[in-house]
Protein backbone atom coordinates (compact mmCIF):
# COMPACT_ATOMS: atom_id res chain seq x y z
CA UNK A 1 0.00 0.00 0.00
CA UNK A 2 1.71 3.16 -0.52
CA UNK A 3 2.17 6.06 1.47
CA UNK A 4 -0.85 8.29 0.57
CA UNK A 5 -3.30 5.39 1.06
CA UNK A 6 -1.99 4.53 4.76
CA UNK A 7 -1.95 8.73 5.72
CA UNK A 8 -5.43 8.61 4.01
CA UNK A 9 -6.33 5.75 6.62
CA UNK A 10 -5.30 7.90 9.53
CA UNK A 11 -2.13 5.64 10.21
CA UNK A 12 0.27 7.88 11.66
CA UNK A 13 3.51 7.59 9.63
CA UNK A 14 5.44 10.79 11.72
CA UNK A 15 8.71 9.20 12.23
CA UNK A 16 8.69 7.60 9.17
CA UNK A 17 11.82 8.84 6.91
CA UNK A 18 9.69 8.72 4.43
CA UNK A 19 7.55 11.37 5.12
CA UNK A 20 10.56 13.63 5.00
CA UNK A 21 9.90 16.11 2.19
CA UNK A 22 13.59 16.06 1.63
CA UNK A 23 13.95 12.41 2.18
CA UNK A 24 13.53 10.86 -1.42
CA UNK A 25 10.28 9.51 -1.39
CA UNK A 26 7.91 12.64 -3.37
CA UNK A 27 5.05 13.16 -0.73
CA UNK A 28 2.41 14.82 -2.69
CA UNK A 29 1.20 17.39 -0.06
CA UNK A 30 -1.86 18.45 -1.43
CA UNK A 31 -3.48 14.40 -0.98
CA UNK A 32 -3.31 14.30 2.66
CA UNK A 33 -5.52 15.28 4.75
CA UNK A 34 -5.88 18.10 7.27
CA UNK A 35 -4.96 16.01 10.13
CA UNK A 36 -1.71 14.88 8.11
CA UNK A 37 -0.88 18.48 6.80
CA UNK A 38 -1.31 19.64 10.39
CA UNK A 39 1.13 17.06 11.83
CA UNK A 40 3.86 17.51 8.89
CA UNK A 41 3.94 21.52 9.14
CA UNK A 42 3.69 21.88 13.04
CA UNK A 43 6.66 18.80 13.82
CA UNK A 44 8.73 21.34 10.93
CA UNK A 45 8.76 18.89 8.08
CA UNK A 46 6.79 21.06 6.10
CA UNK A 47 6.23 24.47 5.79
CA UNK A 48 2.72 25.92 4.94
CA UNK A 49 4.19 27.28 1.31
CA UNK A 50 5.23 23.36 0.50
CA UNK A 51 1.66 22.55 0.53
CA UNK A 52 0.18 25.46 -1.57
CA UNK A 53 3.20 24.47 -4.12
CA UNK A 54 2.34 21.18 -4.49
CA UNK A 55 -1.50 21.90 -4.79
CA UNK A 56 -1.22 24.59 -7.33
CA UNK A 57 0.86 22.22 -9.34
CA UNK A 58 -1.93 19.65 -9.15
CA UNK A 59 -4.20 22.32 -10.37
CA UNK A 60 -1.98 22.89 -13.23
CA UNK A 61 -1.84 19.25 -14.13
CA UNK A 62 -5.79 18.27 -14.11
CA UNK A 63 -8.17 21.68 -13.85
CA UNK A 64 -7.89 22.12 -17.87
CA UNK A 65 -9.98 18.84 -17.71
CA UNK A 66 -11.91 19.25 -13.62
CA UNK A 67 -13.04 22.43 -14.14
CA UNK A 68 -13.46 22.26 -10.53
CA UNK A 69 -12.83 26.47 -10.23
CA UNK A 70 -14.18 29.88 -11.13
CA UNK A 71 -11.44 31.98 -9.53
CA UNK A 72 -8.25 31.14 -8.38
CA UNK A 73 -6.76 32.88 -5.61
CA UNK A 74 -3.10 31.65 -6.12
CA UNK A 75 -1.62 35.25 -5.21
CA UNK A 76 -3.65 35.49 -2.18
CA UNK A 77 -2.61 31.68 -1.05
CA UNK A 78 0.63 32.22 -0.62
CA UNK A 79 0.63 35.68 1.23
CA UNK A 80 -2.24 33.74 3.32
CA UNK A 81 0.61 30.37 3.74
CA UNK A 82 3.30 32.92 4.83
CA UNK A 83 0.83 34.60 7.48
CA UNK A 84 0.43 30.99 8.37
CA UNK A 85 3.98 30.19 8.73
CA UNK A 86 4.37 33.28 10.88
CA UNK A 87 1.80 32.45 13.03
CA UNK A 88 2.93 28.62 13.10
CA UNK A 89 6.75 30.10 13.82
CA UNK A 90 5.61 31.85 16.82
CA UNK A 91 3.77 28.94 18.50
CA UNK A 92 0.26 30.11 18.12
CA UNK A 93 -1.07 27.40 15.25
CA UNK A 94 -4.40 26.39 14.79
CA UNK A 95 -5.52 23.25 13.11
CA UNK A 96 -6.41 24.84 10.05
CA UNK A 97 -2.91 26.97 9.85
CA UNK A 98 -1.64 26.80 6.55
CA UNK A 99 -4.34 24.33 5.02
CA UNK A 100 -5.37 24.62 1.05
CA UNK A 101 -9.20 24.91 1.36
CA UNK A 102 -11.62 25.58 -2.11
CA UNK A 103 -14.56 27.69 -1.11
CA UNK A 104 -18.59 27.55 -3.06
CA UNK A 105 -18.60 30.55 -5.37
CA UNK A 106 -21.88 31.66 -3.21
CA UNK A 107 -20.05 32.55 -0.24
CA UNK A 108 -18.50 36.14 0.08
CA UNK A 109 -15.27 36.52 0.32
CA UNK A 110 -14.12 40.11 0.94
CA UNK A 111 -12.12 41.63 -2.00
CA UNK A 112 -12.16 38.09 -3.88
CA UNK A 113 -15.01 37.95 -7.04
CA UNK A 114 -18.21 36.00 -5.84
CA UNK A 115 -20.15 35.42 -8.69
CA UNK A 116 -22.63 32.42 -7.69
CA UNK A 117 -21.90 31.01 -11.60
CA UNK A 118 -24.09 33.66 -12.61
CA UNK A 119 -24.03 36.30 -15.30
CA UNK A 120 -25.48 38.65 -12.81
CA UNK A 121 -22.85 38.62 -11.00
CA UNK A 122 -19.63 38.04 -12.83
CA UNK A 123 -18.42 41.24 -11.53
CA UNK A 124 -19.05 41.07 -7.90
CA UNK A 125 -16.33 41.30 -5.40
CA UNK A 126 -17.76 41.69 -2.15
CA UNK A 127 -17.03 44.34 0.43
CA UNK A 128 -17.36 42.16 3.48
CA UNK A 129 -16.36 38.46 4.53
CA UNK A 130 -19.16 35.62 4.91
CA UNK A 131 -18.70 34.24 8.88
CA UNK A 132 -17.50 30.94 7.71
CA UNK A 133 -14.39 32.32 5.76
CA UNK A 134 -14.07 34.68 8.68
CA UNK A 135 -13.32 31.63 10.87
CA UNK A 136 -11.59 29.74 8.83
CA UNK A 137 -9.21 33.01 8.64
CA UNK A 138 -8.90 32.72 11.85
CA UNK A 139 -7.47 29.63 11.92
CA UNK A 140 -4.95 31.17 9.26
CA UNK A 141 -6.57 28.81 6.57
CA UNK A 142 -5.13 29.45 2.94
CA UNK A 143 -7.94 30.15 -0.01
CA UNK A 144 -7.21 28.03 -2.83
CA UNK A 145 -9.81 29.67 -4.99
CA UNK A 146 -14.01 29.75 -5.49
CA UNK A 147 -15.42 26.61 -7.05
CA UNK A 148 -17.62 25.92 -9.48
CA UNK A 149 -21.70 25.92 -8.90
CA UNK A 150 -25.22 25.64 -10.58
CA UNK A 151 -26.11 28.95 -10.97
CA UNK A 152 -27.35 30.34 -7.50
CA UNK A 153 -26.85 26.75 -6.30
CA UNK A 154 -30.10 25.55 -8.16
CA UNK A 155 -29.06 22.49 -9.84
CA UNK A 156 -27.75 18.70 -9.53
CA UNK A 157 -25.23 18.94 -11.79
CA UNK A 158 -23.17 22.02 -12.20
CA UNK A 159 -24.74 22.11 -15.80
CA UNK A 160 -26.62 25.58 -14.57
CA UNK A 161 -23.40 27.30 -14.30
CA UNK A 162 -23.38 30.31 -16.84
CA UNK A 163 -19.43 29.47 -17.00
CA UNK A 164 -18.58 26.13 -17.20
CA UNK A 165 -19.81 22.74 -16.52
CA UNK A 166 -17.40 20.70 -13.89
CA UNK A 167 -16.59 17.06 -14.90
CA UNK A 168 -16.29 13.96 -12.30
CA UNK A 169 -12.70 13.29 -11.64
CA UNK A 170 -13.64 9.68 -11.72
CA UNK A 171 -15.13 9.99 -15.20
CA UNK A 172 -14.61 13.08 -17.26
CA UNK A 173 -17.72 12.71 -19.14
CA UNK A 174 -19.94 12.36 -15.80
CA UNK A 175 -21.26 14.90 -14.05
CA UNK A 176 -19.99 15.75 -10.62
CA UNK A 177 -23.16 16.44 -8.70
CA UNK A 178 -24.48 19.70 -7.65
CA UNK A 179 -25.07 22.52 -6.75
CA UNK A 180 -21.55 22.16 -5.22
CA UNK A 181 -19.91 20.20 -7.81
CA UNK A 182 -16.68 22.27 -8.17
CA UNK A 183 -16.01 21.82 -4.43
CA UNK A 184 -16.52 18.31 -4.43
CA UNK A 185 -14.71 17.52 -7.71
CA UNK A 186 -11.69 19.67 -6.30
CA UNK A 187 -11.62 17.45 -3.12
CA UNK A 188 -11.58 14.35 -5.16
CA UNK A 189 -9.56 15.61 -7.95
CA UNK A 190 -6.91 16.73 -4.96
CA UNK A 191 -6.93 20.05 -6.06
CA UNK A 192 -7.12 21.08 -2.23
CA UNK A 193 -7.47 19.53 1.09
CA UNK A 194 -10.95 20.45 2.21
CA UNK A 195 -13.91 22.88 1.17
CA UNK A 196 -17.16 24.27 1.90
CA UNK A 197 -20.43 23.60 -0.13
CA UNK A 198 -24.01 24.74 0.63
CA UNK A 199 -26.86 22.71 1.20
CA UNK A 200 -30.51 23.42 0.75
CA UNK A 201 -31.92 20.39 -1.05
CA UNK A 202 -28.79 18.32 -1.31
CA UNK A 203 -26.02 20.45 -2.78
CA UNK A 204 -23.14 19.16 -0.36
CA UNK A 205 -23.90 15.52 0.06
CA UNK A 206 -25.16 15.03 -3.61
CA UNK A 207 -22.13 15.83 -5.47
CA UNK A 208 -20.11 14.42 -2.37
CA UNK A 209 -21.97 11.18 -3.16
CA UNK A 210 -20.94 11.05 -6.96
CA UNK A 211 -17.06 12.34 -6.29
CA UNK A 212 -16.54 9.98 -3.75
CA UNK A 213 -16.02 11.68 -0.44
CA UNK A 214 -17.27 13.17 2.51
CA UNK A 215 -19.94 16.02 2.81
CA UNK A 216 -21.96 17.32 5.73
CA UNK A 217 -25.03 19.68 5.95
CA UNK A 218 -25.55 20.41 9.28
CA UNK A 219 -28.64 21.26 11.33
CA UNK A 220 -30.53 24.51 10.28
CA UNK A 221 -29.00 27.23 12.84
CA UNK A 222 -25.91 24.98 13.59
CA UNK A 223 -23.65 27.09 11.01
CA UNK A 224 -24.20 30.92 10.23
CA UNK A 225 -25.04 32.08 6.69
CA UNK A 226 -23.69 35.34 7.34
CA UNK A 227 -22.37 36.03 3.66
CA UNK A 228 -23.77 33.14 1.89
CA UNK A 229 -25.75 34.63 -1.13
CA UNK A 230 -29.15 33.57 -0.20
CA UNK A 231 -31.34 30.66 -2.64
CA UNK A 232 -33.78 29.62 -0.06
CA UNK A 233 -33.45 30.96 2.94
CA UNK A 234 -35.71 28.36 5.36
CA UNK A 235 -33.38 25.70 4.20
CA UNK A 236 -29.72 26.49 3.40
CA UNK A 237 -26.97 25.44 4.85
CA UNK A 238 -23.03 25.54 4.76
CA UNK A 239 -21.34 22.58 5.41
CA UNK A 240 -17.41 20.65 4.73
CA UNK A 241 -16.33 18.34 2.12
CA UNK A 242 -13.58 16.17 2.56
CA UNK A 243 -11.54 13.48 1.96
CA UNK A 244 -12.44 11.94 5.22
CA UNK A 245 -14.49 11.79 8.21
CA UNK A 246 -12.04 13.63 10.69
CA UNK A 247 -11.80 16.55 8.39
CA UNK A 248 -15.16 17.38 8.49
CA UNK A 249 -15.13 17.54 12.05
CA UNK A 250 -11.77 19.59 11.85
CA UNK A 251 -13.91 22.26 9.69
CA UNK A 252 -17.21 21.81 11.91
CA UNK A 253 -15.50 22.45 14.91
CA UNK A 254 -14.17 25.88 13.41
CA UNK A 255 -17.44 27.53 11.10
CA UNK A 256 -19.99 25.85 13.47
CA UNK A 257 -21.38 27.89 16.76
CA UNK A 258 -24.00 30.55 17.01
CA UNK A 259 -23.18 34.53 15.41
CA UNK A 260 -24.75 37.48 16.15
CA UNK A 261 -25.43 38.48 12.63
CA UNK A 262 -27.29 35.47 11.44
CA UNK A 263 -30.39 34.95 13.08
CA UNK A 264 -31.40 32.00 12.27
CA UNK A 265 -28.16 30.84 13.53
CA UNK A 266 -29.03 28.81 17.29
CA UNK A 267 -27.62 29.84 20.35
CA UNK A 268 -26.27 27.24 21.17
CA UNK A 269 -22.51 25.50 22.56
CA UNK A 270 -20.84 24.22 19.79
CA UNK A 271 -19.62 20.81 20.71
CA UNK A 272 -15.97 19.15 19.79
CA UNK A 273 -17.06 17.24 17.15
CA UNK A 274 -13.32 15.34 17.19
CA UNK A 275 -15.09 13.71 20.36
CA UNK A 276 -17.58 11.32 18.86
CA UNK A 277 -14.35 10.06 16.44
CA UNK A 278 -13.37 6.55 18.08
CA UNK A 279 -16.72 6.08 20.09
CA UNK A 280 -18.02 2.85 20.00
CA UNK A 281 -21.43 2.27 18.31
CA UNK A 282 -22.43 -1.03 20.25
CA UNK A 283 -26.53 -0.71 20.81
CA UNK A 284 -26.65 2.85 18.64
CA UNK A 285 -29.87 2.06 16.82
CA UNK A 286 -30.09 2.60 13.32
CA UNK A 287 -33.53 3.69 11.25
CA UNK A 288 -34.15 2.00 7.37
CA UNK A 289 -37.15 4.18 6.17
CA UNK A 290 -38.96 1.53 3.92
CA UNK A 291 -40.00 4.51 1.39
CA UNK A 292 -36.60 4.68 0.57
CA UNK A 293 -36.07 1.33 -0.85
CA UNK A 294 -37.90 1.35 -3.34
CA UNK A 295 -37.83 0.67 -7.30
CA UNK A 296 -35.75 2.37 -9.33
CA UNK A 297 -32.91 2.39 -7.34
CA UNK A 298 -29.92 1.66 -9.52
CA UNK A 299 -28.71 -2.03 -8.07
CA UNK A 300 -25.75 -1.34 -7.56
CA UNK A 301 -26.42 1.61 -5.01
CA UNK A 302 -28.82 -0.30 -3.51
CA UNK A 303 -26.49 -3.15 -3.21
CA UNK A 304 -23.53 -0.94 -1.57
CA UNK A 305 -26.00 0.50 0.77
CA UNK A 306 -27.40 -3.03 2.22
CA UNK A 307 -23.78 -4.08 2.64
CA UNK A 308 -23.02 -1.01 4.74
CA UNK A 309 -25.68 -1.43 6.75
CA UNK A 310 -24.94 -5.15 7.34
CA UNK A 311 -21.39 -3.99 8.03
CA UNK A 312 -22.87 -1.36 10.94
CA UNK A 313 -24.43 -3.96 12.24
CA UNK A 314 -21.87 -6.25 12.55
CA UNK A 315 -20.12 -3.42 14.46
CA UNK A 316 -23.07 -3.59 16.97
CA UNK A 317 -25.34 -1.30 15.65
CA UNK A 318 -29.18 -2.73 15.77
CA UNK A 319 -31.49 -2.47 12.60
CA UNK A 320 -34.91 -0.90 12.88
CA UNK A 321 -37.51 -0.13 10.03
CA UNK A 322 -39.01 3.48 10.60
CA UNK A 323 -41.09 4.78 7.76
CA UNK A 324 -41.32 8.53 7.09
CA UNK A 325 -44.43 8.20 5.29
CA UNK A 326 -44.58 11.78 3.41
CA UNK A 327 -41.14 10.69 1.79
CA UNK A 328 -43.41 10.72 -1.87
CA UNK A 329 -44.77 14.92 -1.39
CA UNK A 330 -40.95 16.08 -0.51
CA UNK A 331 -40.00 17.19 -4.00
CA UNK A 332 -43.31 18.69 -4.94
CA UNK A 333 -42.68 20.64 -1.60
CA UNK A 334 -39.51 21.61 -1.91
CA UNK A 335 -39.73 23.21 -5.35
CA UNK A 336 -42.72 25.25 -4.19
CA UNK A 337 -40.85 26.62 -1.21
CA UNK A 338 -37.39 26.86 -2.34
CA UNK A 339 -39.17 28.75 -5.46
CA UNK A 340 -41.34 30.91 -3.39
CA UNK A 341 -38.51 31.75 -1.42
CA UNK A 342 -35.71 32.31 -4.40
CA UNK A 343 -38.12 34.13 -6.54
CA UNK A 344 -38.16 36.77 -3.52
CA UNK A 345 -34.44 36.24 -2.57
CA UNK A 346 -33.74 37.06 -6.20
CA UNK A 347 -35.44 40.27 -6.59
CA UNK A 348 -32.34 42.56 -5.44
CA UNK A 349 -30.73 41.61 -8.78
CA UNK A 350 -31.99 44.47 -10.62
CA UNK A 351 -28.93 46.09 -12.53
CA UNK A 352 -28.70 48.56 -9.69
CA UNK A 353 -27.18 47.35 -6.50
CA UNK A 354 -24.87 44.69 -8.14
CA UNK A 355 -22.95 42.99 -10.54
CA UNK A 356 -24.35 43.05 -14.39
CA UNK A 357 -26.60 45.53 -15.78
CA UNK A 358 -28.07 46.34 -19.08
CA UNK A 359 -29.01 49.01 -20.94
CA UNK A 360 -33.03 50.39 -21.50
CA UNK A 361 -34.89 53.27 -22.41
CA UNK A 362 -36.26 53.52 -19.23
CA UNK A 363 -35.71 52.17 -15.95
CA UNK A 364 -38.28 49.20 -15.75
CA UNK A 365 -36.78 48.54 -19.60
CA UNK A 366 -33.29 48.70 -17.51
CA UNK A 367 -34.42 45.83 -14.96
CA UNK A 368 -36.39 43.92 -17.58
CA UNK A 369 -33.46 43.82 -19.91
CA UNK A 370 -31.10 43.15 -16.85
CA UNK A 371 -33.36 40.01 -15.35
CA UNK A 372 -33.45 38.88 -18.82
CA UNK A 373 -29.88 38.50 -20.13
CA UNK A 374 -28.39 37.97 -16.52
CA UNK A 375 -30.18 34.83 -15.07
CA UNK A 376 -30.04 31.55 -16.82
CA UNK A 377 -32.88 29.23 -17.81
CA UNK A 378 -32.85 27.35 -14.94
CA UNK A 379 -33.08 30.49 -12.54
CA UNK A 380 -35.66 31.90 -14.67
CA UNK A 381 -38.06 28.94 -14.25
CA UNK A 382 -37.21 28.92 -10.65
CA UNK A 383 -38.19 32.62 -10.28
CA UNK A 384 -41.57 32.26 -12.06
CA UNK A 385 -42.75 28.97 -10.45
CA UNK A 386 -41.89 30.65 -7.20
CA UNK A 387 -43.59 33.88 -8.19
CA UNK A 388 -46.51 32.29 -9.25
CA UNK A 389 -46.64 29.93 -6.04
CA UNK A 390 -46.71 33.09 -4.10
CA UNK A 391 -49.60 34.86 -5.86
CA UNK A 392 -53.05 36.29 -4.48
CA UNK A 393 -54.89 33.59 -5.32
CA UNK A 394 -52.51 31.16 -5.89
CA UNK A 395 -50.78 31.18 -2.37
CA UNK A 396 -53.46 29.29 -0.27
CA UNK A 397 -53.08 25.98 -2.90
CA UNK A 398 -49.61 25.99 -3.44
CA UNK A 399 -47.17 27.76 -0.77
CA UNK A 400 -49.62 27.28 2.03
CA UNK A 401 -49.59 23.53 1.48
CA UNK A 402 -46.34 22.74 1.13
CA UNK A 403 -45.88 24.16 4.47
CA UNK A 404 -48.43 22.33 5.63
CA UNK A 405 -46.71 19.65 4.57
CA UNK A 406 -43.60 20.84 5.13
CA UNK A 407 -44.51 20.30 9.06
CA UNK A 408 -45.60 16.85 8.00
CA UNK A 409 -42.45 15.84 6.87
CA UNK A 410 -40.80 16.97 9.95
CA UNK A 411 -42.87 15.13 12.29
CA UNK A 412 -41.81 11.94 10.29
CA UNK A 413 -38.94 12.51 11.19
CA UNK A 414 -39.88 13.66 14.89
CA UNK A 415 -41.12 10.17 14.97
CA UNK A 416 -38.78 8.46 13.31
CA UNK A 417 -36.47 9.42 15.77
CA UNK A 418 -38.14 8.33 18.64
CA UNK A 419 -37.11 4.58 17.47
CA UNK A 420 -33.97 5.22 16.14
CA UNK A 421 -30.69 7.54 17.24
CA UNK A 422 -30.02 8.04 13.40
CA UNK A 423 -31.37 6.91 9.95
CA UNK A 424 -29.72 5.39 6.95
CA UNK A 425 -30.23 5.60 3.61
CA UNK A 426 -28.52 6.03 -0.03
CA UNK A 427 -27.49 9.49 -0.86
CA UNK A 428 -28.78 9.62 -4.40
CA UNK A 429 -30.90 6.87 -6.38
CA UNK A 430 -27.88 6.60 -9.00
CA UNK A 431 -23.96 7.47 -9.28
CA UNK A 432 -22.89 9.97 -11.22
CA UNK A 433 -24.74 10.34 -14.65
CA UNK A 434 -23.45 11.30 -17.89
CA UNK A 435 -22.81 15.38 -18.82
CA UNK A 436 -26.02 16.20 -20.92
CA UNK A 437 -28.23 13.08 -19.42
CA UNK A 438 -30.76 15.13 -17.60
CA UNK A 439 -30.01 18.91 -19.03
CA UNK A 440 -33.18 19.35 -21.03
CA UNK A 441 -35.00 17.01 -18.59
CA UNK A 442 -35.42 19.72 -15.48
CA UNK A 443 -38.20 16.59 -13.55
CA UNK A 444 -35.48 14.12 -14.04
CA UNK A 445 -33.08 16.19 -12.56
CA UNK A 446 -35.30 17.45 -9.52
CA UNK A 447 -35.89 13.51 -9.04
CA UNK A 448 -32.02 13.11 -7.99
CA UNK A 449 -32.54 14.58 -4.72
CA UNK A 450 -34.99 12.46 -4.06
CA UNK A 451 -33.28 11.07 -0.54
CA UNK A 452 -31.49 14.52 0.59
CA UNK A 453 -34.65 17.23 0.33
CA UNK A 454 -36.58 15.88 3.39
CA UNK A 455 -34.05 16.43 5.34
CA UNK A 456 -33.35 20.10 4.33
CA UNK A 457 -37.63 20.58 4.97
CA UNK A 458 -36.91 18.71 7.95
CA UNK A 459 -33.72 20.98 9.42
CA UNK A 460 -31.76 18.00 10.57
CA UNK A 461 -28.37 17.28 9.77
CA UNK A 462 -27.04 14.37 7.10
CA UNK A 463 -23.48 13.15 6.31
CA UNK A 464 -22.88 11.95 2.73
CA UNK A 465 -19.75 9.27 2.98
CA UNK A 466 -18.13 6.64 0.35
CA UNK A 467 -19.70 3.66 0.82
CA UNK A 468 -18.89 1.61 -2.18
CA UNK A 469 -18.55 1.45 -6.25
CA UNK A 470 -20.56 0.72 -8.95
CA UNK A 471 -19.51 -1.76 -12.05
CA UNK A 472 -18.34 1.44 -13.57
CA UNK A 473 -15.70 2.71 -11.14
CA UNK A 474 -18.62 5.62 -10.08
CA UNK A 475 -18.45 5.68 -6.35
CA UNK A 476 -21.33 5.48 -4.18
CA UNK A 477 -22.51 7.29 -1.10
CA UNK A 478 -24.23 6.38 2.28
CA UNK A 479 -26.67 9.15 4.18
CA UNK A 480 -26.58 8.94 7.57
CA UNK A 481 -29.53 11.60 9.28
CA UNK A 482 -29.06 12.83 12.37
CA UNK A 483 -31.99 14.90 15.08
CA UNK A 484 -31.41 18.13 15.38
CA UNK A 485 -27.93 19.61 16.82
CA UNK A 486 -27.31 16.08 16.80
CA UNK A 487 -24.22 15.54 14.12
CA UNK A 488 -22.31 13.86 17.18
CA UNK A 489 -23.92 10.70 16.52
CA UNK A 490 -24.13 11.02 12.99
CA UNK A 491 -19.48 11.40 13.70
CA UNK A 492 -19.54 8.37 16.08
CA UNK A 493 -21.51 6.62 13.09
CA UNK A 494 -19.68 7.80 10.08
CA UNK A 495 -16.37 7.18 11.63
CA UNK A 496 -16.55 3.91 13.01
CA UNK A 497 -18.18 2.58 9.04
CA UNK A 498 -15.49 4.52 7.83
CA UNK A 499 -12.43 3.03 9.94
CA UNK A 500 -13.72 -0.57 9.51
CA UNK A 501 -13.55 0.00 5.09
CA UNK A 502 -11.25 1.33 2.96
CA UNK A 503 -13.70 3.29 0.47
CA UNK A 504 -12.16 6.73 1.40
CA UNK A 505 -8.92 5.28 0.36
CA UNK A 506 -9.23 5.22 -3.27
CA UNK A 507 -8.58 7.92 -5.59
CA UNK A 508 -9.32 8.57 -9.47
CA UNK A 509 -6.82 8.38 -11.94
CA UNK A 510 -6.63 11.57 -13.50
N1 LIG B 1 -30.55 20.16 -6.50
C1 LIG B 1 -31.42 20.90 -5.66
C2 LIG B 1 -31.96 22.08 -6.41
O1 LIG B 1 -31.75 22.13 -7.56
C3 LIG B 1 -30.70 21.33 -4.42
C4 LIG B 1 -29.81 22.48 -4.65
C5 LIG B 1 -29.08 22.90 -3.42
O2 LIG B 1 -29.06 22.19 -2.43
N2 LIG B 1 -28.54 24.10 -3.48
O3 LIG B 1 -32.58 22.94 -5.88
Known sequence: MSLHHSTRRGTPYLGCPGARRKGGLKLKLNELTVSDVRKLIDNREITARDVIDDTYKRIDEVE???????????????????????????????????????????????????????????????????????????QNYVLVGKTNLDEFAMGSSTENSSFHTTKNPWNLECVPGGSSGGSAAAVAADECIAALGSDTGGSIRQPASLCGVVGLKPTY??????????????????????????????????????????????PLELPDFALSLGQDIKGLKIGIPKEYFVEGMNEDVEASVRAAIRKLESLGAVIVEVSLPHTGYAIATYYLLATS?????????????????????????????????GFGPEVKRRIMLGTYALSAGYYDAYYKKAQQVRTLIKQDFDKAFTQADVIITPTSPSAAFRIGEKATDPLQMYLSDIFTISINLAGVPAMSLPCGFTKDNLPVGLQIIGKHFDEQTIFKVAYAYEQSTDWHTRRPKL
Not at 91 to 101: Q, Y
Not at 341 to 356: I, M, P, Q, T
Request: aromatic content about 8%; charged content about 20%.
Open 341 to 373: EASSNLARYDGVKYGFRADGKDLLDMYMNTRAQ
Open 64 to 138: DRVKAFITLTRDDAYRMADNAGDTIKSGKSSLLAGVPIAVKDNMCTKGVLTTCASKMLYNFVPPYESTVTGRLSA
Open 221 to 266: GRVSRYGLVAFASSLDQIGPITKNVTDAAIIMNAIGGHDPSDSTSA
